[in-house]
């Protein structure tokens, strides 16, 4: 079945760690992206790429990085400089660059402690 | 700049019909999304609409009024597994770019 994988579903981290959550898709699209959903607050976007090797930064790009190596994979880092890095991190992908609908994995609850 | 405006929550009763709201600010509006999301999961595409005028799939109507930058969904026959946030997203074209704004979503509560 085509889809987006994310892993882990929950990731407890040390502050000052960094740590990097998987997404891949299978269904060929050109466009990823790196939400993060807060309580009581719309999805924000950290990260997204349109194609391999490229990625542009959203609005809350800042103590994040992420890599486009493949068209199936755009792995996100969450590094130290975060100051609130705990949130429900969602993935998301479509096709044409952007101008299709999005769809979601299943998302990674981090929680720093 | 660019605004999306839901309520924060609405209550229902089962079989009863729900209307949510939308209004937007943006300035290269391309289209309207609708999204369900159930707590702790990923949101899931319910429609779409980018022409003025409703769009209906089953029990769930979509409408847009692009002149008021006002939107709705409709639920209707409501059902205990429709309860869930449902937020409303803008797509927005700037400098060739297409990104999409998201509202902060609507939780609907279905009683009995």
């Known amino acids: 079945d085509g889809g987006i994988t994310q892993s882990p579903k929950y990731l407890f981290r040390k502050e000052g760690q960094n740590v990097t959550l998987s997404c891949e898709q299978n269904l060929n699209h050109d466009a990823m992206y790196w939400y993060r959903q807060d309580p009581g607050q719309g999805l924000r976007l950290i990260y997204y790429?349109?194609?391999?090797?490229?990625?542009q930064k959203g609005d809350i790009a800042e103590g994040y990085s992420v890599s486009r190596e493949k068209k199936e994979s755009f792995p996100l880092t969450v590094t130290s400089a975060q100051k609130n890095p705990t949130a429900f991190y969602l993935c998301a992908s479509n096709r044409d660059k952007g101008k299709n609908t999005q769809y979601f994995g299943p998302g990674t609850r981090l929680t720093v402690l | 700049g660019q605004n999306i405006d839901q309520p924060t929550e609405m209550t229902a009763t089962e079989g009863a019909i729900v209307q949510i709201n939308c209004t937007y600010q943006?300035?290269?509006?391309?289209?309207l999304f609708w999204y369900q999301q159930h707590a702790g999961e990923a949101p899931t595409f319910l429609s779409y609409n980018v022409l003025d005028g409703l769009e209906e799939k089953g029990r769930f109507s979509s409408f847009l009024s692009r002149s008021k930058g006002y939107s709705y969904l409709l639920l209707k026959e409501l059902q205990m597994k429709d309860s869930a946030s449902y937020l409303c997203a803008v797509r927005d074209l700037v400098d060739s770019n297409y990104q999409l704004i998201w509202g902060a979503g609507t939780k609907l509560i279905i009683k009995p």
């Open positions: 943006t300035s290269g509006f391309n289209g």
């Open positions: 790429s349109q194609i391999v090797n490229d990625f």
